[in-house]
Nanobody, 118 residues
Framework: QVQLVESGGGLVQPGGSLRLSCAAS????????MGWYRQAPGKQRELVAG???????NYAGSVKGRFTISRDNAKNTVALQMNSLKPEDTAVYYC????????????WGQGTQVTVSS
């Protein structure tokens, strides 16, 4: 059984920063890719950022240059540093992990709300 627990969401003004963290426990392979999805009201979930065990990263075009994903393999944690936040970044953010590919994650966290508003 794999559990993903997020922390770090909240309310921030446009242009501000937030850092999301996720801790994985259970039988998650250290080779599993990990990442973050988000879902805004009335929209489909989208992959925001992903990272492999080796540190290769990918980002959605809308966040490239503003968000940075990082990973600590020894601690089985993943983080998302979000800078220059915009109102359109408002969403529930989910930590995810996959056996093979983040296009179809096998494990999801419970989600953490990020609200960007003045």
């Amino acid at each position: 059984q794999v559990q993903l627990v997020e922390s770090g969401g909240g309310l921030v003004q446009p242009g501000g920063s937030l850092r999301l963290s996720c801790a994985a426990s259970g039988s998650l392979s250290s080779y599993s890719p990990m990442g973050w999805y988000r879902q805004a009201p009335g929209k489909q979930r989208e992959l925001v950022a992903g990272i492999t065990r080796g540190g290769s990263t990918n980002y959605a075009g809308s966040v490239k240059g503003r968000f940075t994903i990082s990973r600590d393999n020894a601690k089985n944690t993943v983080a998302l540093q979000m800078n220059s936040l915009k109102p359109e970044d408002t969403a529930v953010y989910y930590c995810v992990a996959a056996i093979w590919n983040l296009v179809a994650p096998n494990y999801w966290g419970q989600g953490t709300q990020v609200t960007v508003s003045s």
